[in-house]
């Protein structure tokens, strides 16, 4: 994307609920909520994606942060066409993930974080059906 001058948007940086600690299982919501078809909250992968977060957790009380800022400084350090925009509901949120952007991730770091996560999460990003079609 460098090399082609676009930036890149990253929607549900906080990966819709897991990194701020508010997912919940398939089935715990009203029928018609999409969640409740979301692959990443499915039996099996919901608790592998439970694990990585608290695995990551740690990673950012070492550091004196939360989990979000840690998944939002790690975003950062993606390159200047990544942009984050994080969705949220109150002041405290939006002061939370602005102190993302002090937070310095060493070699080290980054390479724990892919360690936990290699490939961003534990289930399919969207079910099948609602992946977008790239040109």
């Given at each position: 994307?460098?090399?082609?001058?676009?930036?890149?948007?990253?929607y549900?940086p906080?990966?819709?609920?897991f990194?701020?600690?508010?997912?919940?299982?398939?089935?715990?919501?009203?029928?018609?909520?999409?969640?409740n078809?979301?692959?990443?909250?499915?039996?099996?992968?919901?608790?592998?994606?439970?694990?990585?977060?608290d695995?990551?957790?740690?990673?950012?009380?070492?550091?004196?942060a939360?989990?979000?800022?840690?998944?939002?400084?790690?975003l950062?350090?993606?390159?200047e066409?990544?942009?984050?925009?994080?969705?949220?509901?109150?002041?405290?949120?939006?002061?939370?993930?602005?102190?993302?952007?002090?937070?310095?991730?060493t070699?080290?770091?980054?390479k724990?974080?892919?360690?936990?996560?290699?490939?961003?999460?534990?289930?399919?990003?969207?079910?099948?059906?609602h992946?977008?079609?790239?040109?």
């Amino acid at each position: 994307m460098d090399q082609l001058g676009i930036g890149f948007v990253a929607y549900s940086p906080l990966g819709r609920g897991f990194i701020t600690g508010t997912a919940e299982p398939a089935g715990q919501y009203e029928a018609t909520e999409i969640r409740n078809v979301d692959p990443r909250r499915q039996p099996g992968n919901f608790e592998k994606n439970i694990e990585a977060v608290d695995r990551l957790a740690e990673i950012a009380a070492a550091k004196g942060a939360t989990v979000s800022q840690l998944a939002l400084a790690w975003l950062l350090t993606r390159g200047e066409h990544i942009v984050p925009i994080p969705g949220t509901r109150s002041p405290k949120r939006i002061q939370e993930n602005v102190g993302a952007a002090g937070l310095t991730l060493t070699d080290t770091g980054l390479k724990a974080i892919d360690e936990i996560l290699p490939h961003g999460g534990f289930g399919a990003r969207c079910t099948e059906g609602h992946v977008p079609t790239w040109i």
